[in-house]
Nanobody, 126 residues
């Protein structure tokens, strides 16, 4: 496991969470870092990405306007701020690094991401 994700949990609809993704293996600032999620019974999907040094971001249509990705170089950490959560956001969220690119693609090319975390569970329920 190269990444450590945290920040998941049980939240009510309409609530917010901030997920974190950190590693001591390499500097995240040099690569495109993506967030993916896998809901029960569904395929894993790419929801957001931040390009090297924060030069660009990507959001899938399903999360645009509610998710914000950011990074802190000093902490070597990437964050995913999630607002206005709905039950459809329930999933295991993973961060991953694309060591082949510095810029995010649209959409994310999942098989290019070769370093993954163990995931953090987000459950949205009343």
């Amino acid at each position: 496991v190269q990444f450590v994700e945290s920040g998941g949990g049980l939240v009510q609809p309409g609530g917010s969470l901030r997920l974190s993704c950190a590693t001591s293996e390499f500097a995240l600032d040099y690569y495109a870092i993506g967030w993916f999620r896998q809901a029960p019974g569904k395929e894993r999907e790419g929801v957001s990405c931040i390009s090297a040094r924060g030069t660009g971001t990507y959001y899938s249509g399903s999360v645009q306007g509610r998710f914000t990705i950011s990074s802190d170089s000093a902490k070597n950490t990437v964050y995913l701020q999630i607002h206005r959560l709905t039950p459809e956001d329930t999933a295991v969220y993973y961060c991953a690094a694309n060591l082949m690119r510095t810029q995010c693609t649209n959409p994310l090319i999942q098989h290019e991401y070769n370093y993954w975390g163990q995931g953090t569970q987000v459950t949205v329920s009343a």
